[in-house]
């Protein structure tokens, strides 16, 4: 049986216990069914702020006459900024994993400090 000095269940807002774990050089085991990063990284947060940001850039352009610049808007390209906003998370989801044991399985409390992990 493999013993872990930390585990930690769900990799969003979890992830930072894991840093400050290996940080102090501890053996931690990361509990997450996936998709790594959390609903924030996935699809909450960082990709509606990607969406945002392009939507924003749109109105400064349009806004631009205000400030005496003439900008003609020839184009939007929306699957792109649909690629870019879809690749983000894969950045970060592939530097969650390193120094980390991965368990892809939900964990199940047993009494006390005695924690097993059942796989789905």
Same mark, same amino acid.
């Given at each position: 049986? /493999? ?6 269940v ?5 992830m930072? @216990?894991v840093?400050?774990?290996?940080? !102090?050089r501890? &053996? ?19 990709p509606?702020r ?6 924003? +850039? ?5 806004? #631009?006459?205000? *400030?005496?610049?003439? @900008? &003609?808007?020839?184009?939007?390209? *929306? ?18 994993? /390193?120094?980390? !044991?991965? !368990?892809? #399985? ?8 005695? !924690? +097993?992990? /059942?796989?789905?």
């Amino acid at each position: 049986m /493999k013993t872990y000095d930390v585990i930690v269940v769900g990799s969003g807002c979890g992830m930072i @216990v894991v840093d400050e774990a290996l940080g !102090h050089r501890l &053996k931690v085991a990361l509990v997450d069914k996936g998709p790594l990063g959390g609903t924030c990284l996935n699809v909450g947060c960082i990709p509606s702020r990607m969406l945002i940001y392009a939507a924003d +850039r749109v109105v400064d352009v349009q806004e #631009a006459r205000k *400030f005496g610049i003439k @900008v &003609k808007n020839e184009d939007i390209d *929306f699957s792109c900024v649909m690629e870019r906003m879809r690749r983000a998370p894969w950045k970060s989801q592939n530097e969650i994993g /390193k120094g980390i !044991h991965i !368990h892809p #399985a939900l964990p199940e409390l047993i009494p006390a400090t005695l !924690h +097993r992990l /059942k796989e789905v």
